[in-house]
């Protein structure tokens, strides 16, 4: 059975530090993709971004970067210089091998970044 | 490009009622998934449409359903409704083919169940 850790279950931080949404997820296919979301008060999840488990490139967004390890199953999510807007939930999410569509998330990490 | 849009936004029902609900997709997308969000289960995966088929379904039971209409609106019903069944309902919209888990997020359909 597939499964996502989040361990941290709220991170609170001061505008400016910087934070990392640790993931850690379990699966015995070898041909996977990971994703993390994001969700705002309002409630729509926002795709940030997909890796899939060939690629352990990590990967940088202007303020966001990802660290994939196929070694430590991990993927991890680090944003530098927070701001109040990263307020939100994030979710890590692992593919499913019944459809594209189907999705297995983590209980996601409440991150409050203060003033 | 109008978002995946969800009907209605909150509501309220009662126990053994039932209750459906809307999803619009992004225009030209062909794939409609549905979860539940709840505070102790998390976001669980509800069943995925494909061009009005049911292409997968999670763990719940017989109660919940849903269809995908051939403009690729979809609906999802609960029957005999239960006080879990309050939950956040998404809806998640994708092109269907080679979108490998990018989906597009609907704001939700808030449920109560009294």
């Known amino acids: 059975a597939q499964k996502v850790t989040q361990a941290q279950t709220e991170i609170s931080v001061v505008e400016k530090e910087d934070v990392t949404l640790d993931c850690v997820y379990e699966?015995?296919?070898?041909?996977?993709?990971l994703f993390w979301y994001k969700q705002p008060p309002s409630g729509e999840l926002v795709f940030l971004i997909r890796?899939?488990?060939?690629?352990?490139q990590n990967e940088i967004s202007g303020r966001y970067s990802w660290n994939f390890q196929k070694s430590t199953s991990s993927f991890n999510f680090t944003i530098t210089a927070s701001q109040v807007v990263d307020s939100a939930v994030y979710f890590c999410a692992l593919s499913d091998p019944m459809g594209y569509s189907t999705l297995t998330f983590g209980k996601g990490t409440m991150l409050l970044v203060s003033p | 490009k109008a978002g995946v849009t969800q009907t209605p936004r909150y509501l309220i029902k009662t126990r053994g009622q039932q209750v459906t609900l809307s999803c619009s997709p992004i225009s030209g997308h062909r794939s409609v998934s549905w979860y539940q969000q709840t505070p102790g289960q998390g976001l669980q995966f509800l069943f995925e449409y494909f061009s009005e088929t049911q292409r997968n379904k999670g763990n719940f039971p017989g109660r919940f359903s849903g269809r995908q209409f051939s403009n690729s609106r979809s609906e999802m019903n609960v029957s005999t409704l239960e006080l879990g069944d309050s939950a956040l309902y998404l809806c998640?919209?994708?092109?269907?083919?080679?979108?490998?888990?990018?989906?597009?997020f609907g704001e939700g359909s808030r449920l109560t169940v009294l």
């Open positions: 890796r899939n488990s060939f690629d352990e």
């Open positions: 699966t015995r296919d070898t041909t996977y993709y």
């Open positions: 998640a919209s994708s092109p269907g083919e080679g979108a490998n888990g990018e989906l597009f």
